[in-house]
């Protein structure tokens, strides 16, 4: 393991160790079960770690942590660190920064983190749950524009220079923009719409940026909370009874290592350590 992986299994340590102790349902998620089941640890040029749990498990969790975590570790959600923009939470590392180029201007944590899913009930009715993706995918994708815009190597012409634009305005206006905390609440209204349903299928609605994911993170109701051991770096932590449906899903034939032109890393950081800082 490198040091930034490293540090994040610290992280899930804790994370685990709090579930465990509050009988807290969670298991791995993505690619970190898929490194699970395929690798026993990290996919060695992975470097995030992701968790999910059920919305009613996700709201126990979030009403102990601040009292449970250990100190060198900060519990970032939209309630304890207002430019935090996303849906999801985050476990960040008090001792070492990874700084991401698209969020490097915002005045938050920006140590080491693991990534907290909560699931949300989508209605069984099609023409309710297209709506409710659509009207969640828009808030998603306009806090962005206001928060997250960045420019790549892959962006030309008018869109380059488009996003050239909200990348400077962002980091103008971002600190007075009154629009957000509206945003914010019309998002999560409809994130948390359909909770009160008793529905077949939930979704990873918070991450809902694309298509692509909203696919790739339907989950039955009936077996988002059981879950089994799992083997992850030497430790064990609670993965889906039902991963291999989960994972087949997801990845097809997931014991394939995809080409290796696909085997990249994600992010654009800086890492930071503190810890021997005088």
């Known amino acids: 393991m490198n040091k930034l992986q490293q540090e994040e299994l610290n992280i899930l340590v804790e994370f685990d160790r709090i579930c465990r102790k509050h009988d807290i349902i969670y298991s791995l998620s993505s690619g970190t079960l898929l490194g699970s089941i395929r690798h026993q640890g990290f996919i ?8 999910n749990m059920s919305r009613s498990e996700f709201n126990r969790f ?6 449970e975590l250990d100190k060198d570790y900060f519990y970032q959600s939209f309630d304890t660190e207002k430019d935090h923009y996303h849906a999801f939470s985050k476990i ?12 490097e201007y915002l005045k938050i944590n920006h140590g080491v983190w693991i990534d907290i899913f909560p699931y949300d009930n989508i ?7 297209d709506e409710q993706k ?4 828009f808030y998603n994708k306009l806090i962005s524009l206001f928060v997250y815009t960045f420019v790549t190597d892959e962006d030309t012409g008018k869109k380059r220079i488009i996003k050239n634009i909200f990348y400077h305005l962002n980091r103008i206006f971002y600190r007075v923009n009154f629009l957000l905390p509206s945003l914010y609440k019309k998002r999560q209204y409809w994130i948390e719409k359909y909770n009160n349903e008793k529905t077949e299928y939930a979704n990873m609605l918070v991450f809902n940026y694309n298509d692509a994911i909203y696919k790739s ?12 051991s799992g083997v992850f770096e030497g430790h064990e932590f609670l993965i889906p009874t039902a991963y291999d449906e989960i994972l087949t899903s997801n990845y097809g034939d997931y014991m394939q290592l995809p080409p290796e032109s696909e085997r990249v890393s994600n992010h654009e950081v800086v890492l930071k350590d503190h810890r021997n800082a005088k």
């Open 44 to 51: 060695p040029w992975d470097d995030d770690i992701d968790v």
């Open 62 to 67: 979030e009403s102990i942590v601040s009292e």
């Open 92 to 103: 960040r590392s008090n001792k070492i920064e990874l700084v991401e180029k698209s969020t």
């Open 123 to 129: 209605p069984d009715d099609i023409a309710f749950r």
């Open 134 to 137: 659509k009207k969640v995918g």
């Open 217 to 228: 993170t339907f989950i039955r109701n009936e077996i988002l909370d059981s879950v089994t």
